[in-house]
């Protein structure tokens, strides 16, 4: 965007810790001259909680729930990613079923995680009713998550070694039912925000990141996909049978103005629903009989040695380093948070821009603090 | 209202004997006390309404608690407001903080002297009533500015300076396209303008078979309108997820009202202007008739075409997303401005010919 | 690339600057010395047949017993889709590397969240400040021997 | 999607798709606004629990036998129990899970050897204090003072 | 007396009161903010005026443009161009005091050219619809000034515009 | 003591001088605007005044409606003025101005 305007003094502007639209507790500092904002500064720790410190003094099994608390809209893909870190180093081999039920978790997880996303970004941008319709589709999901393992915000789904709960043929037929509902309403979703007008002019072309700039900085999830870099956990570095799904990688396309802008990286998160109703619908069809649990050891104690384990988060590439020292309790838990890695590219985006811009920047980054902070 | 006063001091006798300047004064007194009570009335039920509206696009009910549906809810919302607690906030600009609610509050309120229910049911027939509605958003303009520096905060400055950028552009494309209803009444007041407009729906300002210009005008006029009144999608100057709140972050309870009321009371006054101007006013498809009754059909025809067209500023809130402030002037000088000239031009050029 | 080939790759090119390789573990790593860690580094990131575009984590460990503190870097190339982890081992009391925020950007605010909970020094780090404790605290949590604080700015901890 | 180079057509274009796409949207929402509402009107109508609902702990003090898995396996410390003797002929004194600690992980009901603890499904956590969140869930049933109430 | 006159005068006054105390504080507030603020009260007293002096379209037009839009372009002009908040258009005193000695000069002699001057003055007329003649007037004795005041406006905003654009290489 | 044409022409000659006042002692140029105001309004006052009280008729009124619109187009021009002089000199004091002549 060219920036040609009348230079006055500058102002300097501080959005947050509480503020309707930095997603909890987030501080950005702008300085602005008029309604043009020359530099962002964000500032983060705000809800720093001590996961790491938390995770060298419980047992293994035990740090499980605390990874609910981390991004805490895509609970169950932080229980997993956990789960599998630890079931790696162990060598635990978990059952089929298990690892079905957790993949359907995770997506209908997914899928929730960017109802989300797509309710606040319209608010950011001053749409109010797509925050509601996207609570409403969540609300389905979360009362099939209560029928299911009896939770709906920290899921503690993932169990080391398998799951908490087996699914009924009347959850199955529940999830089916979600999946067709979805499918419907989404077609309303984009009438109603993603190609409205005024939508498209306020995030098309606006934080335009390259997909150079993407890498560099680290970006991960739907921000580095938006950006048009084809890659997905899910299918690059599988886990959890992912490759065996068919389902597609969508990347931003500059449908409506520039690869990389904000519109792309919302776009893709919107594709993506779809795309995890079809892996939901495979898993379904797919899902063996049999135990839901592999047999571990009351007390677990991990042999010595250490393992980084990634998976494709909502948000994008959580990964987990453990160290294990042979104890019951793990010597040190490194957590590589997606939403933590993509914030630090504010600065170097939300330059130039107008004010309103910041706020759809980092809405269309999709930051959860509780990630970004621990 | 005036021939009222006249009629009353030449024909009852005890006010004869009082100095009639008195007379005059507590009418006008009583005349203002009733459209302010009007005004709170009504307000408090569009507050309600757009409650209940918000409520069921967005697949819940709304207001359900205080009363049957929730109809007390606005009503103990009021009480609160004026219960609260009044903070004056002390690096504030006391003076301005102060004037500037009632300041913002007056420009909405003056403008209904001027507004006419039916062809005797009107307080004054001013005869540059359309100019004076006009004028008076001025007032609003320096008093929300007032309130965006007194409050001494950076996201209020942010709010009143977009208010004021934003008022100065739509007044332009309001004030022409209102000029395209004008050339073809040749008058300024209400009265005239809407008695240019038949009973009928094709007879009004609004049907392009009447002309295709005042056609455009009116929604120009209207979109115009929303800005004014600060509704989506133009309500930059309070946008919640950018300025907090705004010009009025910084005020509460009573002082907060004000603003709200302003608000609300300008909303109605933009609906009802263009039912006047453009939808036909007090003429509608409902038989007609003289005295009390005409007032009465007068009042509902009026009132039931401000009412659709607050529900569309609702339907329309609740579905768009808020412009940007540099969209937010183009539109109204790349998009508005323009087609509002060419309908004036074409307008004058149709009285010109036929 | 597989490992193997990448440590000869590597010894080939930077001889006793990597000291060590463990092909045991899950993660297979190589240890390399902290005053060649930016050469390494931008070799690893450069070098055609490698192009570890993506620096994914930096964590620290802390080791008491041994005095050491190891900076682990988890390294992952989009290009060729293999992976490397990195170490590098510090003196625990005077813990300084080299900063790798010149080759990848990402590493910013992940160094900055290594000095802020492990108190590992990066030289040549635009804006080494703390990250998510308040800017005045004192110590570094993550160390084993921290002793937390009885109270900050008149708070309890209790 | 892309937008005409002339600039003459942009400008057009750019009319009809605002008019054309707010129409969609109050398409959308009328539709909406002409369904049933989907909330519950909470006090009236209650939410329907399921089954596996986590809520606060149920307590059989009967099959309890004070092994302390509970204690040990909550990664929150957020149980306290006291007894006197093991096994089958334990008295449990007090059983007390602190409820502002409490994460609702079901860890110590698959602890539990006995099924002595289970979720339950209430769900109305208020209380006036912090000490209020700390619940009692043990019957005082072998001190003195219950048996002679009796 | 009728109580028409009495109202009058009572408006006059009043009007009076606002119109001075606000331009003494537009003249003499420290802050140029305040002052602007001020001036919008001296703005709407003077549309009261013409009110009483039965020229309603002029009170329109002084309130929609001097209110409503030089006044705002004033705010505009203030806050464009102040480097803080809290500096903003401070004035120091001392000039003051030349200028007030020298504005009493000039009003005393004002006043004495007023009391002075023998003033032809008819009963005023009834108070009467303005915009219609006005209008007239403007289209047909006062077409050419009408035209010309139109080119100047013109002129002026393109003149203005090219004073605040960005100029190249800066 | 009706209201006659004196007291419009001894508030006019009020707010003529304050105008006066203001224009020779603000040293900020937009203070030095806001004069200028004030004496463009005394002349409309007069205008007015005389148009209702004297034989002229209507023609004052015709006056006053082009010097607002002079007064629109002094504003603007001198605003645009006053912002390249605080571009280009930091600050919009008169007294400075003459700088611009570099």
């Known amino acids: 965007m060219s920036v040609d305007y009348l230079h006055t003094h500058e102002i300097l502007v501080n959005m947050g810790p509480q503020h309707p639209s930095t997603h909890g507790v987030l501080r950005l500092v702008v300085k602005t001259d008029g309604e043009w904002v020359t530099e962002t500064q964000p500032y983060i720790g705000y809800l720093h909680r001590c996961a790491e410190k938390i995770g060298e003094s419980v047992e293994y099994p035990q740090f499980v729930p605390y990874t609910d608390r981390l991004d805490y809209l895509g609970a169950i893909n932080n229980n997993l990613c956990y789960c599998l870190a630890v079931e790696r180093l162990a060598g635990i081999e978990v059952p089929e079923r298990a690892t079905y039920l957790r993949v359907i978790g995770a997506e209908l997880n997914r899928i929730a995680s960017h109802l989300i996303s797509y309710g606040t970004f319209g608010m950011e941008t001053g749409a109010f009713t797509p925050f509601f319709y996207g609570f409403r589709e969540r609300e389905t999901i979360l009362s099939i998550f209560e029928k299911w393992f009896g939770a709906r915000l920290t899921y503690h789904l993932c169990r080391i070694g398998g799951v908490m709960a087996d699914i009924t043929p009347e959850i199955a037929q529940d999830i089916r039912d979600f999946i067709k509902t979805m499918r419907a309403v989404w077609d309303d979703y984009n009438t109603l925000l993603s190609f409205n007008e005024i939508f498209v002019r306020r995030t098309a072309d606006v934080g335009v990141i390259p997909p150079e700039m993407a890498i560099e900085y680290g970006l991960t999830g739907p921000c580095l996909r938006g950006s048009g870099v084809k890659w997905d956990l899910r299918k690059n570095d599988p886990y959890c049978f992912y490759d065996t799904f068919d389902f597609d990688i969508p990347v931003g396309e500059g449908l409506m103005g520039t690869v990389g802008d904000s519109w792309d990286r919302y776009w893709v998160r919107m594709r993506e629903i779809i795309e995890s109703t079809k892996i939901i619908e495979q898993a379904l069809d797919r899902m063996p009989e049999g135990a839901i649990r592999a047999k571990v050891p009351k007390i677990l104690k991990l042999p010595k040695g250490e393992v980084y384990v990634r998976c494709e988060n909502p948000r994008g590439e959580l990964g987990f380093y453990l160290v294990s020292d042979g104890g019951t309790k793990p010597y040190r838990l490194k957590i590589r948070a997606p939403s933590f890695c993509n914030l630090s590219i504010t600065n170097a985006i939300c330059k130039d821009c107008l004010l309103a811009d910041v706020i759809v920047i980092v809405g269309s980054i999709d930051i959860v603090l509780g990630e970004v902070d621990r | 209202m005036r021939e009222l006063i006249e009629y009353l001091l030449t024909h009852v006798p005890l006010l004869t004997k009082v100095p009639s300047i008195f007379v005059y004064a507590v009418f006008i007194l009583i005349g203002a006390g009733v459209v302010l009570g009007y005004i709170s009335v009504m307000v408090i039920i569009w507050v309600y309404l757009e409650r209940k509206v918000a409520g069921h696009i967005q697949a819940r009910y709304g207001p359900m608690r205080v009363g049957p549906h929730g109809i007390l809810q606005t009503i103990a919302d009021a009480i609160k407001l004026f219960m609260k607690e009044d903070i004056i906030i002390p690096t504030s600009h006391k003076v301005l903080f102060i004037i500037a609610p009632f300041l913002v509050f007056f420009g909405a309120f003056a403008p209904f002297v001027v507004l006419p229910y039916s062809e005797s049911l009107y307080l004054s027939k001013m005869n540059v009533g359309v100019f004076y509605l006009l004028a008076l958003t001025a007032f609003e303009v320096i008093g929300i500015i007032m309130a965006g520096w007194g409050s001494n905060n950076k996201w209020a400055l942010y709010g009143g300076m977009r208010h004021a950028a934003q008022m100065i552009c739509y007044e332009l494309p309001m004030g022409i396209s209102v000029l395209t209803v004008v050339v073809f009444t040749g008058s300024l007041t209400l009265h005239g303008i809407t008695n240019a407009q038949g009973w009928l729906p094709w007879q009004w300002f609004i049907s392009p078979l009447k002309s295709p210009f005042t056609f455009i005008a009116g929604f120009v006029f209207y979109i115009a309108g929303l800005a004014a009144t600060k509704r989506v999608p133009f309500d930059l100057p309070e946008a919640e997820s950018e300025l907090v709140a705004g010009y009025h972050a910084e005020y509460s309870g009573m002082r907060f009202a004000f603003f709200f009321l302003a608000e609300y009371t300008a909303m109605y006054l933009v609906c009802a202007v263009t039912s006047l101007l453009f939808l036909g006013g007090w003429n509608g498809p409902l038989p007609r008739a003289q005295g009390w009754l005409g007032n009465l059909l007068g009042l509902i025809n009026v009132l039931s075409k401000t009412y659709f067209l607050l529900f569309v500023m609702l339907w329309l809130r609740w579905t768009l997303p808020r412009l940007r402030i540099d969209q937010l002037l183009s539109t109204s000088l790349k998009y508005l401005l323009p087609i509002s000239l060419g309908a004036l031009l074409g307008a004058a050029i149709q009285s010109a010919i036929f | 690339m597989t490992f193997e080939e990448i440590y000869t790759l590597l010894k080939g090119r930077f001889g006793d600057k990597i000291l060590e390789k463990n092909d045991e573990n899950i993660d297979p790593y190589i240890i390399i010395s902290p005053d060649a860690i930016v050469q390494i580094m931008r070799f690893l990131k450069h070098e055609k047949e490698l192009a570890f575009d993506f620096l994914s984590c930096i964590s620290g460990v802390d080791y008491p017993d041994e005095g050491i503190i190891e900076t682990v870097y988890h390294i992952f190339s989009y290009l060729k889709g293999h992976k490397l982890v990195i170490k590098v081992r510090l003196s625990r009391d005077n813990p300084i590397v080299d900063s790798v925020t010149g080759v990848w950007r990402s590493a910013d605010w992940l160094e900055r969240e290594v000095y802020d909970l492990l108190g590992v020094k990066f030289k040549g780090h635009p804006n080494l400040r703390r990250i998510l404790l308040p800017e005045d605290w004192e110590g570094h949590p993550l160390r084993k021997d921290y002793q937390e604080p009885a109270e900050y700015h008149g708070i309890p901890n209790k | ?62 099959k309890c036998i004070a092994c302390e898995m509970c204690v040990k396996a909550c990664p929150i410390d957020c149980i306290s129990l006291q007894y006197e003797g093991k096994g089958k002929k334990a008295r449990i004194k007090s059983y007390r899970i602190d409820y502002t600690k409490c994460l609702f992980c079901n860890l110590c009901v698959e602890a539990c050897p006995t099924h002595c603890i289970k979720m339950g499904k209430e769900y109305n956590l208020c209380s006036y204090d912090r000490a209020g969140c700390v619940r009692e869930l043990a019957e005082d049933i072998y001190s003195e003072r219950s048996t002679v109430s009796e | 007396m009728a109580g028409k006159e009495i109202a009058i005068i009572i408006v006059f006054y009043v009007t009076c009161g606002v119109v001075v105390i606000s331009a003494l504080i537009a003249v003499f507030a420290r802050s140029v903010i305040n ?99 006005i209008g007239r007037l403007l289209l047909t004795k006062y077409l050419l000034p009408f035209e010309i005041s139109s080119v100047t406006l013109l002129a002026a905003l393109i003149g203005s515009a090219y004073l605040v654009r960005r100029k190249e290489g800066k | 003591m009706t209201v006659g044409l004196i007291h419009y022409l001894i508030v006019a000659a009020i707010l003529f001088v304050l105008g006066l006042i203001a224009i020779i002692s603000r040293r900020n140029a937009v203070g030095v605007l806001i004069g200028v105001e004030l004496v463009l309004n005394a002349a409309n006052l007069n205008f007015v005044a005389f148009s209702r009280y004297a034989e002229r008729g209507i023609e004052g009124q015709i006056f006053v409606i082009f010097i607002i619109l002079l007064a629109a187009c002094e504003v603007a021009v001198a605003l645009a003025i006053v912002i390249n002089l605080f571009a280009n000199l930091g600050a919009i004091d008169v007294d400075r101005a003459g700088r611009m002549k570099r």
Not at chain 4, 10 to 35: C, D, H, P, W
Not at chain 5, 39 to 48: N, P, R
Not at chain 5, 92 to 120: D, N
Request: proline residues 5%.
């Open chain 4, 1 to 62: 999607m892309r937008r005409p180079k002339n600039k003459v057509a942009e400008y057009f274009v750019n009319i009809y798709r605002s008019l054309a796409t707010i129409a969609a949207g109050m398409g959308v929402t009328i539709k909406v606004f002409f369904q049933k509402p989907v909330t519950l009107q909470y006090p009236d109508e209650l939410p329907v629990i399921e089954e596996a609902f986590r809520g606060l702990h149920i307590y059989e003090q009967e």
């Open chain 5, 35 to 133: 002052a602007a603020f001020a001036l919008f009260f001296t703005l709407c007293g003077m549309a009261g005026f013409y009110f009483l002096l039965s020229a309603d379209f002029l009170a329109i037009v002084q309130i929609v443009v001097y209110a409503g839009g030089i006044l705002v372009l004033l705010l505009f002009g203030i806050l464009l161009t102040h480097r803080t908040l809290e500096e903003l258009g401070i004035e120091k005193r001392t000039t003051y005091i030349a200028g007030t000695i020298a504005g009493l000069a000039f009003y005393l002699i004002l006043i004495f050219i007023i009391a002075q001057g023998l003033w032809h003055q008819i009963p005023p007329k009834p108070m009467a619809p303005t915009t219609a003649t």
